[in-house]
C-alpha cells in the first residue's frame, strides 16, 4: 500500500505562489498516476491537476490551469504541485492522491484514487 505525504502548504498573499510536495512512499511504489485535489470547507473535493506516469502529461480543470503546474519527479517518487497568483478562492485542504489501481480511464475524479495524503492547508488572503 503506497502511502503519501503532502508538505509546503501555508498562508499566503493574493498574487502570491506557494510550491506542494507529494512524497510517495516506498520509493519503488508504482502507480499509473497522481494527481492533487483540494476542498474548502463545506464543499466537495475538486480536482485540481494529474500527471500520467505513462507519458507525463499533465491534466487541469479551468480554474487553475495557466497558473499551476504539476510535475513529477520519477527517481524520487515525488510529485510538486506550483502554484502561481494565488486568488482567495483557492484558499482549501490540498491533498494529494495516486491511482496504483486501473479502475477507469480518467484521471480527474476523486473515485478514480486508491491513496490519500493527509492534506495540507493552503490559505490565501485578500
Known amino acids: 500500500q503506497v502511502q503519501l505525504l503532502e508538505s509546503g502548504g501555508g498562508l499566503v498573499q493574493a498574487g502570491g505562489s506557494l510550491k506542494l510536495s507529494c512524497a510517495a512512499s516506498?520509493?519503488?511504489?508504482?502507480?499509473?498516476?497522481m494527481g492533487w485535489f483540494r476542498q474548502a470547507p463545506g464543499k466537495e473535493r475538486d480536482f485540481v491537476a494529474a500527471i500520467r506516469r505513462s507519458d507525463g502529461s499533465t491534466h487541469y480543470p479551468s480554474s487553475v490551469k495557466g497558473r499551476f503546474t504539476i510535475s513529477r519527479n520519477n527517481a524520487e517518487n515525488t510529485v510538486l504541485l506550483q502554484m502561481n497568483s494565488l486568488k482567495p478562492e483557492d484558499t482549501a485542504v490540498y491533498y494529494c492522491?495516486?491511482?496504483?489501481?486501473?479502475?477507469?480511464?480518467?484521471?480527474?475524479?476523486?473515485?478514480?484514487?486508491?491513496?490519500w495524503g493527509q492534506g495540507t492547508q493552503v490559505t490565501v488572503s485578500s
Open positions: 492522491a495516486a491511482k496504483t489501481v486501473w479502475r477507469t480511464i480518467s484521471f480527474n475524479n476523486p473515485a478514480d484514487y486508491d491513496a
Open positions: 516506498p520509493r519503488t511504489a508504482s502507480y499509473y498516476g
